[in-house]
């Protein structure tokens, strides 16, 4: 009997793990495509009060989407029900509070519902992991820098360096990650990821030294370390370490 209590205990604690898991999508890299534009954005502009509602929205409407689109993927969107209504529920007012807040940011509604539409295609053949929907969320991702301004009332043209930064080392990142795990081994796709960090860098340059310095060690990583079998854990924490210079980067310019 006095197992029972412990046994009973880790049981439920593996149910609400299993709970838990059902609303929060295995896509870590993804945290930081949330997280980095949007500090730029911050980082840049400035901050405003719209800017929290902007984030809760932001989380959620990523939830949502990813659970949509699981939803298009398996033709069964009542298996995903729960987690669309507590997403819809969660994303809907707090957006609706950041469009009182500032309407200026319906100005990029079309882009964002042309990128979600290319998303939902790719979900809907099955096919999310293709170059192109990767891009897609990258600019999607991205677009956000532009969102904070105008939130906090900067014009666009004063956050394009951070937006561009963050769509070029983004934008790197999906050849790159391919060709340590998925592409590894595929010497065409690396000398791709290289050509691609090779341009990065001299657009990076140009924008900054600062940035020139950081793009430069992109490109190292890219050329060198698909052939050093680093784990995907390995990879994850080399890329937050990216992250966070990126916006150091961006805080300096």
């Given amino acids: ?13 593996r149910t609400a793990g299993r709970r838990l898991r059902r609303f929060v999508p295995p896509q870590h ?20 009060w719209p800017a929290l509602p ?13 659970f949509v689109f699981q939803a298009l993927k ?11 209504l507590g997403y819809g529920l969660v994303a809907a007012p707090l957006l609706l509070v950041v469009l009182i807040a500032a309407p200026g940011v319906l100005w990029y509604a079309p882009a964002y519902a042309a990128l979600f539409a ?5 979900a809907w053949r099955r096919r999310e992991r ?12 991205c677009l956000m820098v532009f969102v904070v301004a105008t939130v906090a009332g900067t014009p666009p043209s004063a956050v394009l360096v951070p937006f561009l930064l963050c769509a ?16 590894r081994g595929n010497a065409a796709y690396h000398g791709w990821s290289i050509a691609y960090h090779v341009v990065a860098l001299a657009v990076a340059a140009y924008l900054s ?45």
């Fill in 1 to 13: 009997m006095d197992d029972a209590v412990p046994v009973t205990g880790r049981a439920e604690r």
């Fill in 29 to 48: 890299g993804a945290w930081a495509m949330l997280a980095v534009p949007y500090l730029a954005g911050l980082v840049t502009a400035g901050f405003r």
């Fill in 54 to 66: 902007l984030l809760g929205a932001w989380i959620g409407g990523y939830l949502l989407s990813y």
């Fill in 74 to 84: 398996s033709r069964r969107p009542r298996r995903y029900r729960d987690q669309l």
């Fill in 118 to 122: 290319v998303n939902a295609w790719y």
């Fill in 130 to 141: 293709d170059l192109g929907n990767d891009l897609a969320s990258v600019a999607e991702s």
């Fill in 168 to 183: 070029a080392y983004f934008a790197g990142t999906v050849p790159y990650v391919k060709t340590m795990i998925r592409e």
């Fill in 209 to 253: 030294p600062w940035a020139g310095v950081l793009f430069a060690w992109f490109l190292a990583r890219a050329a060198l370390f698909p052939r050093r079998g680093l784990t995907p854990k390995q990879i994850g924490i080399t890329e937050i370490v990216n992250s966070v210079m990126l916006l150091t980067c961006i805080a300096l310019i």
